[in-house]
């Protein structure tokens, strides 16, 4: 994708899509969508991490960065393959996930298909199964095994298991490949099916003009599949616990600061290696996505570092990240780079030299404009073409409900630099962004249909209620697919037949 073309799209994570098992999925609604996006005019369909999600249903704690989430991949294929019998479908939410009843039931279902696949798949899949397995094993022999182990034991952490496990002992590691090649196979079963879905909804999405756009989180959990298997790239005592943990300092909004918890990466140990494992990250990125952004950008260019003893984040120390060497590596093995910098919070003169020094384009929140003056950085008369412009992100508030929360004074500012009020916010924020030389302008679902805050996706620091927003059908109609259309025209976005203007 050409991040310097006009472009724009919308922000909803595959798992806010409607469907019949629970949650959305690749099945025949993340289709649907991509038609819904086409007839709008879009060009981008921007999703959230599609790893494994970890504690409090984050995309962004996985157990994997490589690989992808099992609750994601589609029933309908595989009871078209035979594999999978139509299950009875408890009655779940339409509007929500309830991860604590949902995610059961479709192991359940995944199980059954992975039965019926090994029993009576056809010579052909099986065929194609074994060589998918054999492409992806730099990755997916130490995941598969990771997660054999850990469900006999209900997930337990990987630094309590028994120490040869836990150490990976060569003959601990050959010993659980065997005594685990049923659970192992299952686990690769259920890769393969996400990659092939994936593969064929990216496929379908190209054909209609439709660019997929991922989020790379640039931290992996401690209790990981990669931190297992590479304990030597991470700050981890003898015990595989880690010394000092990942955040960012206090600030006007949080006087603790964020305390995340993720491990540190030895940038000298992965200099070492050329980068070696980025590389294949990135690679694996590209291959389900032809754009990505990395969350957290400022991390290259300087991190954070938190004594793992401290309960937040008051104590730390700014630490120089790998910078320009770590993204050189990376192109010189894979070519140019389509990639979007999360430049928000606490930006340095370094951030933005590694950023514009690396050609990547950087994000710009209209909901942060209003609360200083008209030379505000978010402003859109002070964005550089070279920006992500978004009405908001996953992490913020909906249009509507920053609204509704906005101080006097922002309120009154946003009326008049936009010519708008409480019935038309969404539609002038999205307006602005379209209108804006930003070559990219997205904007979530939520904005587009004028919902308030109870459609939140995330509201950062709070662990539970987030991650489980769905919409519903009945809620896009035809009139915001219509309006998004012409707006998206008019700014140079889309195709500019959508205005149907007269002759």
């Known amino acids: 994708m050409n991040l310097n073309q006009r472009s724009s799209g919308v922000l909803l994570h595959i798992t806010s899509l ?178 092939v879905q994936a593969g064929a909804l990216k496929a379908y999405a190209n054909e209609r003009g439709v660019n997929l756009m991922g989020d790379l989180p640039i931290f992996v959990a401690h209790d990981s599949a990669d931190c297992w298997s ?65 969350d957290h950008f400022r991390g290259f260019a300087g991190y954070y570092e938190i004594p793992a003893s401290s309960p937040d984040a008051r104590q730390g120390q700014w630490l120089k990240g790998p910078g320009m060497p770590l993204f050189d590596a990376i192109r010189k093995a894979l070519g140019p780079l389509p990639i979007v910098a999360e430049d928000l919070g606490f930006i340095t003169d370094d951030v933005n030299e590694l950023r514009d020094g690396c050609g990547f384009p950087g994000m710009k929140i209209l909901q942060f404009a209003f609360g200083a003056e008209g030379d505000h950085e978010f402003l859109p008369h002070m964005w550089p073409k070279t920006s992500v412009a978004y009405t908001g992100t996953h992490d913020n508030d909906t249009v509507r409900g920053w609204w509704n929360q906005a101080k006097p004074r922002e309120r009154a500012f946003v009326g008049s630099y936009l010519a708008c009020g409480e019935h038309d916010i969404h539609w002038a924020m999205i307006r602005a962004c379209a209108n804006s030389v930003a070559n990219m302008a997205v904007y979530p679902l939520q904005d587009v249909l004028g919902l308030g805050t109870e459609h939140r996706m995330n509201v950062p620091g709070i662990l539970g209620g987030n991650w489980g927003w769905r919409f519903r059908w009945d809620m896009l109609g035809h009139e915001p697919a219509r309006v998004l259309g012409l707006i998206t025209a008019a700014s140079g976005r889309g195709p500019f037949e959508l205005l149907k203007l007269p002759a």
Not at 25 to 48: E, I, K, M, T
Not at 55 to 80: H, K, N, R, T
Not at 111 to 134: I, Q, T, V, Y
Not at 271 to 287: I, P
């Open 230 to 294: 590479r304990p030597d790239l991470y700050y981890l005592d003898d015990d595989f616990q880690t010394t000092v943990v990942a955040g960012c300092p206090p600030d006007d909004l949080g006087p603790l600061g964020q305390r995340w918890g993720n491990p540190l990466y030895r940038w000298d140990k992965m200099a070492a290696e050329n980068y070696a494992w980025w590389t294949a990250r990135v690679k694996r990125a590209l291959s389900q996505a032809d754009v990505f952004r990395i």
């Open 18 to 195: 409607p469907g019949p098992h629970g949650m959305g999925d690749f099945g025949p609604d993340a289709y649907r969508f991509v038609d819904w996006l086409q007839s709008a005019g879009q060009s981008v369909w921007q999703l959230l991490p599609t790893t494994p999600i970890g504690p409090g249903d984050s995309p962004y704690q996985g157990v994997s960065a490589f690989a992808g989430s099992q609750w994601m991949v589609a029933l309908e294929p595989l009871i078209a393959k035979g594999w999978l019998a139509q299950p009875d479908v408890p009655a779940f939410s339409g509007t929500s996930i309830n991860y604590g009843e949902v995610t059961p039931w479709r192991e359940q279902q995944l199980r059954a298909a992975a039965k019926g696949f090994f029993a009576n798949g056809s010579a052909a899949d099986k065929k194609a199964f074994a060589a998918w397995c054999d492409a992806q094993k730099s990755w997916l022999d130490d995941y598969v095994l990771f997660m054999a182990i850990r469900s006999p034991l209900n997930g337990q952490p990987w630094w309590t298991w028994e120490d040869g496990l836990k150490k990976r002992e060569p003959k601990a590691i050959a010993k659980a490949r065997k005594d685990y090649a049923d659970e192992i196979a299952f686990w690769q079963f259920v890769q393969w099916q996400f990659d």
